[in-house]
């Protein structure tokens, strides 16, 4: 078993996401002891921001790592331990989570595969990405 950084990478589908962390100085947290878990938007989930979004974020790295960070919660979080409720994620927000039978969403964003494992943490692959609830990126609705 690898880092989550290594799973995502060897999962495939988080290109933009792994240069997005590298870009924000956190590939190195995320291959750290951990543990986390990460609700990790793929490659089309982050297709689905306005366009000039995800570059305005990349010239602009406190709100980019800033953005990340809510998609990471401490601990490790199985499918089977998640509740409705508010989660707190390292960004320091708290996403709400809704559980309907097998479905679990995260804001406005779906669970479309759990418990990818690794040895620092977890994967969960959602289909949006997050936007904190303070953010003040104006290219993103």
């Given at each position: 078993?690898q880092t989550?950084?290594?799973t ?7 290109t ?8 924000a100085?956190?590939t190195?947290?995320?291959r ?11 490659d089309?989930?982050?297709k689905l921001?306005?366009?000039g ?5 990349l010239k602009?790295?406190p709100?980019l790592k ?17 509740r409705?409720g ?7 927000s708290?996403i709400?989570v809704?559980?309907?039978g ?5 804001n406005?964003?779906?669970?479309t595969?759990?418990?990818i494992?690794?040895?620092n ?13 303070d953010?003040k990126?104006?290219a993103?609705a």
């Amino acid at each position: 078993m690898q880092t989550i950084i290594d799973t995502a990478t060897q999962v495939g589908g988080f290109t933009t996401l792994l240069n997005a962390l590298q870009a924000a100085s956190l590939t190195e947290t995320l291959r750290g002891p951990g543990p986390f878990t990460v609700f990790a938007p793929t490659d089309a989930a982050f297709k689905l921001l306005r366009m000039g979004t995800l570059n305005g974020l990349l010239k602009d790295i406190p709100k980019l790592k800033a953005l990340l960070l809510y998609h990471i919660a401490a601990g490790t979080l199985a499918a089977k331990d998640v509740r409705a409720g508010d989660l707190k994620t390292l960004e320091g927000s708290s996403i709400a989570v809704k559980v309907r039978g097998a479905v679990v969403t995260l804001n406005t964003a779906k669970i479309t595969k759990a418990d990818i494992a690794a040895t620092n943490g977890i994967i969960h692959v959602i289909d949006h990405v997050l936007i904190p609830p303070d953010a003040k990126l104006a290219a993103v609705a």
